[in-house]
Protein backbone atom coordinates (compact mmCIF):
# COMPACT_ATOMS: atom_id res chain seq x y z
CA UNK A 1 0.00 0.00 0.00
CA UNK A 2 2.69 2.17 0.79
CA UNK A 3 4.21 1.78 -2.43
CA UNK A 4 1.44 3.06 -4.53
CA UNK A 5 1.60 6.17 -2.83
CA UNK A 6 2.32 9.51 -5.00
CA UNK A 7 5.36 11.79 -4.04
CA UNK A 8 3.19 14.75 -2.63
CA UNK A 9 1.48 11.56 0.45
CA UNK A 10 2.00 11.41 3.34
CA UNK A 11 0.93 7.98 4.18
CA UNK A 12 0.41 6.29 8.04
CA UNK A 13 -1.18 2.75 8.67
CA UNK A 14 -1.82 1.43 12.32
CA UNK A 15 -3.78 -1.47 13.34
CA UNK A 16 -5.61 -0.92 17.13
CA UNK A 17 -6.81 -3.12 19.11
CA UNK A 18 -10.08 -1.73 19.55
CA UNK A 19 -13.86 -2.28 16.91
CA UNK A 20 -14.35 -0.18 14.65
CA UNK A 21 -17.00 2.18 16.50
CA UNK A 22 -14.31 2.72 19.17
CA UNK A 23 -11.94 3.93 17.05
CA UNK A 24 -14.57 6.24 15.17
CA UNK A 25 -15.55 7.91 18.50
CA UNK A 26 -12.51 8.48 19.93
CA UNK A 27 -11.84 10.58 16.93
CA UNK A 28 -15.15 12.33 16.67
CA UNK A 29 -16.19 12.63 20.33
CA UNK A 30 -14.22 16.12 21.39
CA UNK A 31 -13.94 14.74 24.86
CA UNK A 32 -12.64 11.62 24.27
CA UNK A 33 -10.67 13.34 21.64
CA UNK A 34 -8.98 15.67 23.84
CA UNK A 35 -7.41 12.99 25.73
CA UNK A 36 -5.51 11.99 23.02
CA UNK A 37 -5.01 14.52 20.17
CA UNK A 38 -1.90 15.95 19.62
CA UNK A 39 2.24 15.10 20.07
CA UNK A 40 2.87 13.88 23.60
CA UNK A 41 2.64 16.88 26.32
CA UNK A 42 0.07 18.95 23.87
CA UNK A 43 -3.52 19.31 25.70
CA UNK A 44 -6.91 20.09 23.51
CA UNK A 45 -9.42 22.50 24.11
CA UNK A 46 -12.78 21.90 21.58
CA UNK A 47 -14.73 25.10 21.07
CA UNK A 48 -17.04 24.10 18.19
CA UNK A 49 -17.35 20.66 16.24
CA UNK A 50 -19.84 20.21 13.31
CA UNK A 51 -19.36 16.71 12.24
CA UNK A 52 -20.58 16.86 8.55
CA UNK A 53 -19.43 17.54 4.84
CA UNK A 54 -18.99 21.73 4.82
CA UNK A 55 -18.74 21.88 9.13
CA UNK A 56 -15.76 22.96 10.91
CA UNK A 57 -13.98 21.97 14.04
CA UNK A 58 -12.78 24.88 15.92
CA UNK A 59 -9.84 23.88 18.79
CA UNK A 60 -6.52 25.13 20.43
CA UNK A 61 -3.95 22.92 20.66
CA UNK A 62 -1.80 23.91 23.89
CA UNK A 63 2.06 22.91 23.73
CA UNK A 64 3.86 22.00 26.90
CA UNK A 65 5.76 25.35 26.12
CA UNK A 66 2.80 27.28 27.01
CA UNK A 67 2.34 28.02 23.33
CA UNK A 68 -0.67 28.08 22.24
CA UNK A 69 -2.23 26.90 18.38
CA UNK A 70 -5.27 27.63 17.03
CA UNK A 71 -7.01 25.57 14.52
CA UNK A 72 -9.63 25.24 11.74
CA UNK A 73 -10.81 22.01 10.29
CA UNK A 74 -13.13 22.00 7.55
CA UNK A 75 -14.48 18.88 6.58
CA UNK A 76 -15.50 17.49 3.31
CA UNK A 77 -16.78 13.59 3.53
CA UNK A 78 -18.17 12.08 6.92
CA UNK A 79 -19.17 8.69 6.73
CA UNK A 80 -20.06 7.00 10.08
CA UNK A 81 -17.61 4.42 11.02
CA UNK A 82 -15.75 4.59 7.95
CA UNK A 83 -14.13 7.59 6.67
CA UNK A 84 -13.12 10.96 6.82
CA UNK A 85 -11.98 13.81 4.63
CA UNK A 86 -10.71 17.54 6.22
CA UNK A 87 -8.16 20.18 5.75
CA UNK A 88 -5.55 20.47 8.52
CA UNK A 89 -3.85 23.29 9.91
CA UNK A 90 -5.84 26.30 8.92
CA UNK A 91 -6.80 29.06 11.18
CA UNK A 92 -9.24 31.83 10.66
CA UNK A 93 -5.59 33.72 9.33
CA UNK A 94 -4.31 31.23 7.63
CA UNK A 95 -5.06 28.50 5.16
CA UNK A 96 -5.06 24.57 5.33
CA UNK A 97 -1.57 23.03 5.00
CA UNK A 98 -2.75 19.98 3.54
CA UNK A 99 -5.74 17.61 2.72
CA UNK A 100 -6.16 13.96 5.16
CA UNK A 101 -8.32 11.32 4.55
CA UNK A 102 -8.46 8.73 6.93
CA UNK A 103 -10.52 5.76 6.53
CA UNK A 104 -11.56 2.96 9.30
CA UNK A 105 -11.46 -0.76 8.29
CA UNK A 106 -12.31 -4.32 10.47
CA UNK A 107 -9.30 -6.25 10.33
CA UNK A 108 -10.05 -9.54 12.84
CA UNK A 109 -11.75 -7.83 15.29
CA UNK A 110 -9.67 -5.09 15.30
CA UNK A 111 -9.49 -1.55 13.34
CA UNK A 112 -7.41 -0.20 10.96
CA UNK A 113 -6.40 2.99 10.36
CA UNK A 114 -5.28 4.30 6.63
CA UNK A 115 -4.54 8.20 6.84
CA UNK A 116 -3.08 9.73 3.60
CA UNK A 117 -2.24 13.51 4.14
CA UNK A 118 -1.97 15.07 0.54
CA UNK A 119 0.43 18.00 0.23
CA UNK A 120 0.84 20.55 -3.03
CA UNK A 121 4.20 19.24 -3.74
CA UNK A 122 6.66 16.10 -3.19
CA UNK A 123 9.05 19.19 -1.86
CA UNK A 124 6.07 20.14 0.52
CA UNK A 125 5.78 16.52 1.58
CA UNK A 126 9.23 15.76 2.52
CA UNK A 127 9.64 19.09 4.60
CA UNK A 128 6.05 18.08 6.32
CA UNK A 129 7.70 14.79 7.38
CA UNK A 130 10.69 15.87 8.73
CA UNK A 131 8.60 18.37 11.00
CA UNK A 132 5.87 16.07 12.41
CA UNK A 133 9.38 13.86 13.05
CA UNK A 134 11.18 16.62 15.01
CA UNK A 135 7.76 18.00 16.69
CA UNK A 136 7.04 14.59 17.83
CA UNK A 137 3.16 13.96 15.43
CA UNK A 138 3.71 10.70 15.08
CA UNK A 139 3.10 9.82 18.71
CA UNK A 140 -0.42 10.79 18.48
CA UNK A 141 -1.37 7.50 16.82
CA UNK A 142 0.68 5.76 19.89
CA UNK A 143 -1.31 8.15 22.32
CA UNK A 144 -4.28 7.19 20.90
CA UNK A 145 -3.63 3.24 21.16
CA UNK A 146 -2.73 3.90 24.52
CA UNK A 147 -6.60 5.91 25.31
CA UNK A 148 -7.88 2.53 23.41
CA UNK A 149 -5.99 0.45 26.08
CA UNK A 150 -6.87 2.46 28.74
CA UNK A 151 -10.58 2.31 27.64
CA UNK A 152 -11.05 -1.06 26.86
CA UNK A 153 -9.29 -2.99 29.27
CA UNK A 154 -8.08 -0.46 32.17
CA UNK A 155 -4.45 -0.76 31.60
CA UNK A 156 -1.60 1.46 31.26
CA UNK A 157 0.42 1.19 28.28
CA UNK A 158 3.40 3.05 26.85
CA UNK A 159 3.36 2.99 22.75
CA UNK A 160 5.65 4.06 20.32
CA UNK A 161 5.47 3.53 16.32
CA UNK A 162 8.75 3.83 14.17
CA UNK A 163 9.20 2.83 10.25
CA UNK A 164 12.50 2.01 8.75
CA UNK A 165 13.72 1.57 5.13
CA UNK A 166 14.66 -1.89 5.89
CA UNK A 167 13.00 -5.15 4.90
CA UNK A 168 11.17 -6.94 7.59
CA UNK A 169 13.28 -9.95 7.55
CA UNK A 170 16.37 -7.65 8.32
CA UNK A 171 14.80 -5.78 10.96
CA UNK A 172 13.78 -9.19 12.77
CA UNK A 173 17.52 -9.71 12.98
CA UNK A 174 18.44 -6.47 14.36
CA UNK A 175 15.60 -7.34 17.44
CA UNK A 176 17.09 -10.79 17.42
CA UNK A 177 21.21 -11.01 17.42
CA UNK A 178 22.91 -9.99 19.58
CA UNK A 179 26.00 -8.73 17.73
CA UNK A 180 23.07 -6.01 15.69
CA UNK A 181 21.06 -5.98 18.61
CA UNK A 182 23.76 -4.17 21.27
CA UNK A 183 24.87 -1.69 18.41
CA UNK A 184 21.43 0.22 18.82
CA UNK A 185 19.32 -0.26 21.98
CA UNK A 186 20.80 1.56 24.38
CA UNK A 187 19.79 5.35 25.48
CA UNK A 188 21.71 8.21 23.46
CA UNK A 189 25.31 8.21 25.16
CA UNK A 190 25.31 4.41 26.40
CA UNK A 191 26.71 1.48 24.58
CA UNK A 192 25.76 -1.96 25.38
CA UNK A 193 27.28 -5.50 25.92
CA UNK A 194 25.76 -8.86 26.46
CA UNK A 195 27.42 -11.23 29.09
CA UNK A 196 25.14 -14.08 27.95
CA UNK A 197 22.60 -13.57 25.33
CA UNK A 198 20.07 -16.62 24.60
CA UNK A 199 17.29 -14.82 22.06
CA UNK A 200 14.65 -17.67 21.97
CA UNK A 201 11.18 -18.72 23.69
CA UNK A 202 12.08 -19.66 27.34
CA UNK A 203 15.76 -18.47 27.32
CA UNK A 204 17.34 -15.11 29.19
CA UNK A 205 20.01 -12.35 28.52
CA UNK A 206 22.60 -10.50 31.07
CA UNK A 207 23.61 -7.27 29.67
CA UNK A 208 25.27 -3.53 30.90
CA UNK A 209 25.37 -0.57 29.67
CA UNK A 210 27.70 2.02 30.18
CA UNK A 211 28.96 5.94 29.34
CA UNK A 212 32.36 7.52 28.69
CA UNK A 213 31.38 8.67 32.79
CA UNK A 214 31.73 5.51 33.71
CA UNK A 215 28.34 4.74 34.76
CA UNK A 216 27.30 0.99 34.54
CA UNK A 217 23.87 -0.51 34.22
CA UNK A 218 23.09 -4.16 34.37
CA UNK A 219 20.16 -5.81 33.36
CA UNK A 220 18.50 -9.25 32.12
CA UNK A 221 15.61 -10.37 29.70
CA UNK A 222 13.36 -12.95 29.67
CA UNK A 223 11.84 -14.21 26.12
CA UNK A 224 8.67 -15.13 26.19
CA UNK A 225 7.65 -15.25 22.26
CA UNK A 226 9.93 -14.58 19.25
CA UNK A 227 7.40 -15.35 16.00
CA UNK A 228 9.88 -14.97 13.19
CA UNK A 229 9.46 -12.42 11.83
CA UNK A 230 6.41 -10.48 13.21
CA UNK A 231 6.67 -10.50 16.96
CA UNK A 232 8.96 -10.28 19.66
CA UNK A 233 8.14 -10.02 23.41
CA UNK A 234 9.97 -10.22 26.58
CA UNK A 235 10.48 -9.16 30.22
CA UNK A 236 13.18 -7.14 31.43
CA UNK A 237 14.20 -5.60 34.83
CA UNK A 238 17.50 -3.99 36.22
CA UNK A 239 19.65 -6.22 38.14
CA UNK A 240 23.22 -5.77 39.64
CA UNK A 241 26.37 -7.20 38.52
CA UNK A 242 25.16 -10.30 40.02
CA UNK A 243 21.39 -10.43 38.36
CA UNK A 244 19.70 -9.77 41.67
CA UNK A 245 17.06 -7.97 41.12
CA UNK A 246 17.15 -3.55 41.38
CA UNK A 247 15.93 -0.81 40.74
CA UNK A 248 16.49 2.15 38.21
CA UNK A 249 19.63 4.00 39.37
CA UNK A 250 17.59 7.08 38.12
CA UNK A 251 14.17 5.98 39.19
CA UNK A 252 14.18 3.91 42.29
CA UNK A 253 9.88 3.97 42.10
CA UNK A 254 9.96 2.41 38.10
CA UNK A 255 7.95 -0.69 38.05
CA UNK A 256 10.14 -3.65 38.84
CA UNK A 257 9.29 -5.59 35.67
CA UNK A 258 8.60 -4.47 32.43
CA UNK A 259 6.87 -6.67 29.68
CA UNK A 260 8.24 -5.48 26.08
CA UNK A 261 6.05 -6.36 23.28
CA UNK A 262 7.41 -5.85 19.57
CA UNK A 263 5.52 -6.29 16.11
CA UNK A 264 6.78 -5.71 13.06
CA UNK A 265 4.50 -4.64 9.93
CA UNK A 266 5.68 -5.04 6.10
CA UNK A 267 4.80 -1.41 4.86
CA UNK A 268 6.58 -2.51 1.77
CA UNK A 269 8.99 -4.82 0.21
CA UNK A 270 11.61 -2.47 1.69
CA UNK A 271 9.68 -1.00 4.51
CA UNK A 272 8.99 -2.01 8.18
CA UNK A 273 7.10 -0.37 10.68
CA UNK A 274 8.30 -1.35 14.62
CA UNK A 275 5.55 -1.28 16.95
CA UNK A 276 7.02 -1.02 20.67
CA UNK A 277 4.28 -1.64 23.27
CA UNK A 278 5.33 -1.57 26.89
CA UNK A 279 3.04 -2.99 29.97
CA UNK A 280 3.84 -3.09 33.98
CA UNK A 281 4.79 -7.03 34.33
CA UNK A 282 3.27 -8.27 38.04
CA UNK A 283 2.15 -6.63 40.61
CA UNK A 284 3.10 -2.92 41.00
CA UNK A 285 2.41 -0.06 43.52
CA UNK A 286 0.03 3.23 43.46
CA UNK A 287 3.31 4.88 43.20
CA UNK A 288 5.08 2.86 40.66
CA UNK A 289 2.12 2.90 38.14
CA UNK A 290 2.03 6.95 38.82
CA UNK A 291 5.69 6.83 37.61
CA UNK A 292 5.35 4.72 34.52
CA UNK A 293 2.10 6.59 33.96
CA UNK A 294 4.16 10.66 34.11
CA UNK A 295 7.19 9.06 32.54
CA UNK A 296 5.45 8.65 28.62
CA UNK A 297 7.52 11.79 27.78
CA UNK A 298 10.96 10.36 28.94
CA UNK A 299 10.17 7.03 27.15
CA UNK A 300 9.25 8.27 24.07
CA UNK A 301 12.74 10.40 24.13
CA UNK A 302 14.62 7.38 25.39
CA UNK A 303 13.46 5.15 22.39
CA UNK A 304 13.75 7.63 19.44
CA UNK A 305 17.47 8.33 20.30
CA UNK A 306 17.52 4.16 20.33
CA UNK A 307 15.43 4.74 17.30
CA UNK A 308 17.89 7.17 15.33
CA UNK A 309 20.64 4.96 16.85
CA UNK A 310 19.00 2.25 14.12
CA UNK A 311 18.65 4.29 11.49
CA UNK A 312 22.23 5.19 11.60
CA UNK A 313 23.38 1.30 12.32
CA UNK A 314 21.31 0.02 9.17
CA UNK A 315 22.29 2.81 6.67
CA UNK A 316 25.84 1.62 7.44
CA UNK A 317 24.79 -1.86 7.46
Not at 62 to 75: A, F, Q
Not at 234 to 248: G, I, L
Not at 288 to 317: H, N
Request: glycine share 6%; net charge neutral.
Amino acid sequence: MAAKNKPNEIYISRIYDAPVKAVWEAWTDPKQVAKWWGPRGFTLTTHSKDLKPGGTWVYTMHGPDGVDYPNKTTYYEVEKYSRLVYDHGASDDRPALFRVSVDFSEAKGKTKMEMTMALATPEAAAETKKFIKKAGGDSTWDRLAEYLSKESSGKEQFVINRSFNAPIETMFKMWTEPKHFSKWLAPTGFNMEFIRADIKPGGSSFYFMSNDSGMKMYGKAKYIEISKPNRISYTQEFCDEKENMSRHPMAPTWPATMLTTVELTEEGPDKTRVTVTWDIHGSTTAEELETFIKGRAGMTQGWTGSFDKLEEYLAKA
